[in-house]
């Protein structure tokens, strides 16, 4: 069984940054020939991607996410990371870490982490 668990939310003030990290493991799981990514959901809002990065290391952004976020992986460490810098109150949301095989199959999920923007 795979497991991912995010962490490095909170309660954060506009303009200031924040490190998400999302560590994977399970028996069967090879991260290295996993793409991982980070989606959000705000209140009331479908969850969107944020960006993905796939097990070669090249990063996708989502339309919101260009300018401010930065993703990144270590395979050693089993552990991808989102960056967030100016942080501003609409990146108040659940952060959630996915894992997709390259060979196919299901996606695993993480529960989420809470970061919430104050202004």
């Known amino acids: 069984q795979v497991q991912l668990v995010e962490s490095g939310g909170g309660l954060v003030q506009t303009e200031g940054s924040l490190r998400l990290s999302c560590v994977a493991s399970?028996?069967?799981?090879?991260?290295?020939?996993?793409?991982m990514g980070w989606y959000r959901q705000a209140p009331g809002k479908q969850r969107e991607l944020v960006a993905f990065?796939?097990?070669?290391?090249?990063?996708h952004y989502g339309d919101s996410a260009k300018v401010r976020f930065t993703i990144s992986r270590d395979d050693f460490k089993n552990t991808v990371y989102l960056t967030i810098n100016n942080l501003k109150p609409e990146d108040t949301a659940v952060y959630y870490c996915?894992?997709?095989?390259?060979?196919?199959?299901?996606?695993?999920w993480g529960k989420g982490t809470l970061v919430t923007v104050s202004s």
């Open positions: 399970g028996d069967t799981f090879d991260i290295n020939t996993n793409a």
């Open positions: 996915q894992a997709r095989s390259d060979y196919g199959g299901i996606d695993y």
């Open positions: 990065i796939t097990s070669g290391g090249k990063a």
